[in-house]
């Protein structure tokens, strides 16, 4: 390659223009203005999200985040990407068809799904295909487990759940702990079940264990007259910003004021339609990014993302923009071309993923082990004044 990654992380500031991501059709064709995506210069990568429906604001922040980082990349002239993403409007069925669409247009290298429902769903695909891939957000140790060419950007759930309860415990933010989780979602039963191991090794009390489904998810009088009627004084929410909010508004109408804390799902809850974000105020959660940190390259991708779609980019943003500038690494230390085949691409990026050291966003030092697990530090967010403020 002309240019090196260092050259174009150099470049990074540089960058002015940027191509818009696909609206809410069934799929979006990212491609830069380069013509070398015509001309088959470019490495076709492409990931299945919700891009309608209620897991929209997660895909939408992933496709945006992605963007950006491969119109950065492909302004310098070097290393050329084409992304394409098909949506699967959360869905297993729908995202194994979009999966094949993806196949069908050439896709070399995959992000995955972005929920981890429908990436488990096309997972075994994937490593039958041997297509490698490395999802932003699709957390669930199904989705890689088993599969040495699925890796993940985003925590494991049950290191979501341990690291939880470790700063919970280390930062004394609780004595009486209750847990409100979903119980027939992956996600919220990982984190919830590793939660509650290593609490008891940490010494937290859990006066209070309660679950909801789908069909009762707009509901919490019984989880939360539990909870205060056994004294909790932290009440830890592994769930996404949906049931949050409404977790929070009725807390708040019984009158009844612990502390809250999260995972990295509930990032985008102060964007809910109709929500009263005072109610988030005080809100602690754990997430590997902070969209109002002052180093140079957070500030630079969140001025981006707010010129080019009017509001504060996310975690899932920020996950799929480092999941970009690490294949971009890894492909300029593999020495790969975009003419070679998905086939030939997959075992130059397991070597180099269980090599590599990464710098991104979301994490200084990042590396991957053989299960495709990232290592990486979480950082400990609290909402104040309406935004997300380092604890």
Not at 281 to 293: K, Q
Not at 306 to 324: L, T
Request: one cysteine or more; proline letters at 3%.
């Amino acid at each position: 390659m002309k240019k090196s990654l260092s050259m174009l992380l150099a470049g990074l500031m540089l960058v002015g223009t940027l191509a818009g991501c696909g609206g809410n059709t069934g799929s979006t064709d990212n491609a830069g203005t380069d013509d070398s995506s015509a001309s088959g210069a470019a490495f076709k990568i492409g990931g299945t999200s919700p891009l309608t429906g209620d897991a929209a604001i997660y895909g939408n922040a992933v496709a945006r985040g992605a963007q950006i980082a491969a119109d950065e990349i492909n302004a310098q002239g070097g290393i050329q990407i084409e992304l394409k993403f098909e949506d699967d409007e959360n869905n297993t069925e729908k995202a194994v068809n979009a999966y094949n669409n993806l196949k069908d247009w050439g896709m070399q290298l995959s992000l995955g799904s972005v929920t981890s429902k429908p990436c488990e769903a096309i997972s075994t695909d994937i490593n039958t295909d041997r297509i490698f891939a490395l999802t932003p957000s699709a957390s669930s140790v199904a989705t890689t487990e088993g599969k040495d060419n699925m890796f993940q950007m985003c925590f494991a759930d049950p290191n979501q759940g341990t690291a939880s309860a470790d700063y919970i415990a280390d930062q004394k933010l609780g004595t009486k702990i209750a847990i409100i989780w979903k119980n027939d979602d992956v996600y919220s039963t990982g984190i919830h079940d590793k939660f509650v191991a290593e609490a008891q090794t940490k010494g937290l009390e859990i006066v209070s264990d309660t679950t909801f489904t789908d069909a009762s998810a707009t509901d919490f009088s019984v989880q939360l007259n539990d909870a205060k009627d056994k004294g909790a004084d932290l009440v830890f929410l592994p769930m996404y910003y949906t049931p949050a909010s409404l977790i929070l508004t009725q807390a708040n109408s019984m009158g009844y004021a612990p502390k809250f804390f999260g995972v990295d799902g509930m990032d985008g809850i102060l964007g809910v339609e109709n929500f009263d974000t005072s109610l988030a105020e005080g809100v602690m959660l754990l997430t590997p990014f902070n969209a109002d940190a002052t180093d140079e390259k957070t500030v630079s991708f969140v001025n981006k993302y707010k010129e080019a779609y009017g509001e504060v980019p996310n975690q899932f943003a920020a996950d799929a923009y480092d999941c970009i500038y690490a294949y971009a690494q890894a492909l300029e230390a593999a020495g790969a071309t975009p003419d070679m085949s998905a086939e030939d691409l997959c075992p130059l990026m397991i070597e180099q993923f269980t090599s590599m050291t990464f710098n991104g966003l979301t994490g200084e030092n990042m590396t991957w082990d053989s299960t495709g697990a990232v290592s990486k530090s979480p950082k400990g967010m609290v909402i104040e004044n309406g935004a997300y403020v380092g604890m």
